[in-house]
């Protein structure tokens, strides 16, 4: 089932709809892993992902080809597929079909998106490193009014540090993810954080990412 497409937010920074529709459109996408993302399959195992504990629906915003939206509703999960790029909503359907799973698919801006009802879980893998920084305190107040109370963030907050940085240069996609930073976006007291150290998640590009779930207050 897919819903209309929601109108876009102007972009003033970072790629635009046309950006990623010419990627997926090409097979441009050097990001994607080729397999289930390893701390996915970790999450389902050590009940971070427990379908019966969550009682509600899960969103995959940027989900791409679909890899991780297949395994989740393979196994049960009520899924919503959030895309910018209609090339992406369609490889996702494909690889659903191919599964023989079922998931909701959304040709909408993450900026704009509201869900029909409250969300128990949220997959946040490629997202907001694909969003320009200037976009991630609202994509942040996304993420918070789209839970329920207890929602649960599960984040891999990408790390890829460039020396431009060091001079102020803001480069990407992916943008690094720096974790003062995340703190400041996902603040106390709207989001209970677990103690570090979190587990570091190599990533195909050479850099890697930081796992951990954060609830929602």
């Given at each position: 089932?897919?819903?209309?497409?929601?109108?876009?937010?102007?972009?003033?920074?970072?790629?635009?709809?046309?950006f990623w529709e010419e990627r997926f459109r090409a097979?441009?996408?050097?990001?994607?892993?080729?397999?289930?993302?390893?701390?996915?399959?970790?999450?389902?195992?050590?009940?971070?992902?427990?379908?019966?504990?969550?009682?509600?629906?899960?969103?995959?915003?940027?989900?791409?080809?679909?890899?991780?939206?297949?395994?989740?509703?393979?196994?049960?999960?009520?899924?919503?597929?959030?895309?910018?790029?209609?090339?992406?909503?369609?490889?996702?359907?494909?690889?659903?079909?191919?599964?023989?799973?079922?998931?909701?698919?959304?040709?909408?801006?993450?900026?704009?998106?509201?869900?029909?009802?409250?969300?128990?879980?949220?997959?946040?893998?490629?997202?907001?490193?694909?969003?320009?920084?200037?976009?991630?305190?609202?994509?942040?107040?996304?993420?918070?009014?789209?839970?329920?109370?207890?929602?649960?963030?599960?984040?891999?907050?990408?790390?890829?540090?460039?020396?431009?940085a060091a001079q102020g240069f803001i480069q990407g996609?992916?943008?690094?993810?720096?974790?003062?930073?995340?703190?400041?976006?996902?603040?106390?007291?709207?989001?209970?954080?677990?103690?570090?150290?979190?587990?570091?998640?190599?990533?195909?590009?050479?850099?890697?990412?930081?796992a951990l779930v954060l609830t929602r207050l």
């Amino acid at each position: 089932m897919t819903d209309p497409q929601a109108p876009a937010t102007p972009r003033a920074h970072g790629p635009g709809r046309a950006f990623w529709e010419e990627r997926f459109r090409a097979g441009q996408t050097p990001w994607e892993r080729g397999d289930v993302h390893p701390q996915l399959t970790r999450w389902l195992a050590d009940g971070s992902l427990e379908r019966s504990a969550l009682n509600g629906a899960i969103a995959v915003p940027g989900c791409g080809s679909g890899r991780e939206v297949a395994v989740l509703a393979k196994a049960g999960f009520d899924v919503v597929a959030i895309d910018y790029a209609a090339a992406a909503i369609e490889l996702t359907r494909q690889r659903l079909h191919e599964e023989q799973s079922t998931a909701h698919l959304a040709l909408a801006d993450v900026l704009t998106w509201q869900p029909a009802a409250p969300l128990a879980a949220v997959y946040e893998q490629t997202c907001l490193c694909a969003l320009h920084p200037d976009h991630w305190v609202a994509y942040a107040a996304q993420l918070h009014r789209w839970l329920r109370p207890g929602g649960r963030l599960l984040a891999l907050f990408m790390q890829f540090r460039r020396e431009d940085a060091a001079q102020g240069f803001i480069q990407g996609p992916p943008y690094h993810g720096d974790i003062h930073a995340m703190r400041a976006l996902f603040r106390a007291p709207l989001w209970d954080w677990p103690k570090p150290p979190y587990d570091s998640v190599a990533h195909p590009l050479g850099a890697s990412e930081l796992a951990l779930v954060l609830t929602r207050l």
